[in-house]
C-alpha cells in the first residue's frame, strides 16, 4: 500500500523567512511518480511539480525548492523569502503507475500542510 | 482551452435529496476520478474510471455512485446524502493514470 506523510498539520512565518514542508511517502514500487499542489484561499489545486523515482536531482524555480532523497522517502519542498501569496494548503502526492487492482493511477494525498504567512 | 468542469462550484442540500455533481473534461483522457477533502484528512479517491464502461472504488465509496458512459463525462451520484458528506469535492482526468492528474475548481457540498 502507498502512503503520504506530512507531519507538519500547520507552519506560520513571517514574510521573507525561508520554509520547508516535509513530506515522507511509502511504496513498495520502484518506479513512482511524486507531486506537489498547492491549494490557495480561492480553493483550486494547483499543480507545482512531478518528480519520478529515479530522478533525484533536486530542482529550483524560482523561490521554489524541492529536495527528493530516496534514501529517506522524502520529498521536501522549500520556499524562498517567503511572500504572503504563498499562504496556501499544500500538498504532497505519489502515483503508482505500474501498480495493479484498485492502486492503479491512485493519486494518494498526503494530509496537506497550512502555510501562513505574516506580512 | 484543457480542462477539467465541474458544477455546480457550491451546493446546499438536505438529509436525502438526491443529487449529482458533474464533471466533464476536454482532453480525451482515459482515466477520471472523483476525491473528496476533509480538513486534516487531506483528499481520498472515492471512485475512478479507467474507460468507458469501467470504475472501481477507491478509498471511501460508500454513498456515491458513479457512472461512465461517455469518456468525457464521470458524474458523481449521492443517492440518499447525509450531513458526514459535507466536503469539498474535486474530479481529476488524466491521460493514462500515471502521469499525473488535472483538477477541476471543486464543488463544495453541504448536506443539512
Known amino acids: 500500500a502507498q502512503k503520504v506523510t506530512q507531519a507538519q498539520t500547520e507552519i506560520s512565518v513571517v514574510e521573507k523567512e525561508d520554509v520547508t514542508l516535509d513530506c515522507v511517502y511509502e511504496?513498495?514500487?520502484?518506479?513512482?511518480?511524486l507531486f506537489w499542489y498547492k491549494q490557495p484561499p480561492s480553493g483550486e489545486l494547483v499543480f507545482l511539480i512531478r518528480?519520478?523515482?529515479?530522478?533525484?536531482q533536486n530542482e529550483i524555480s524560482g523561490r521554489y525548492s524541492w529536495n527528493f532523497q530516496k534514501s529517506t522517502s522524502s520529498f521536501n519542498f522549500t520556499i524562498t523569502a517567503s511572500q504572503v501569496v504563498d499562504s496556501a494548503v499544500y500538498f504532497c502526492?505519489?502515483?503508482?503507475?505500474?501498480?495493479?487492482?484498485?492502486?492503479?493511477?491512485?493519486?494518494?494525498f498526503g494530509q496537506g500542510t497550512i502555510l501562513t504567512v505574516h506580512p | 482551452e484543457a480542462q477539467v468542469t465541474q458544477n455546480p462550484r457550491y451546493l446546499i442540500t438536505v438529509t436525502g435529496k438526491k443529487l449529482t455533481v458533474t464533471c466533464s473534461q476536454n482532453?480525451?483522457?482515459?482515466?477520471m476520478s472523483w476525491y473528496r477533502q476533509d480538513p486534516g484528512l487531506g483528499l481520498r479517491q472515492i471512485y475512478y474510471?479507467?474507460?468507458?464502461?469501467?470504475?472501481d472504488k477507491g478509498d471511501v465509496p460508500e454513498g456515491y455512485k458513479v457512472s461512465r458512459k461517455e469518456k468525457r463525462n464521470f458524474p458523481l451520484i449521492l443517492e440518499s446524502p447525509s450531513p458526514n458528506q459535507t466536503s469539498l469535492y474535486f474530479c481529476?482526468?488524466?491521460?493514462?493514470?500515471?502521469?499525473?492528474?488535472?483538477f477541476g475548481s471543486g464543488t463544495r457540498l453541504t448536506v443539512v
Open positions: 474510471s479507467m474507460n468507458v464502461e469501467v470504475t
Open positions: 481529476a482526468s488524466s491521460f493514462d493514470g500515471g502521469w499525473g492528474y488535472t
Open positions: 482532453m480525451n483522457h482515459e482515466y
Open positions: 518528480r519520478n523515482s529515479f530522478d533525484e
Open positions: 511504496t513498495r514500487d520502484t518506479t513512482y511518480y
Open positions: 502526492a505519489l502515483i503508482q503507475p505500474n501498480a495493479g487492482g484498485t492502486s492503479y493511477g491512485k493519486l494518494t
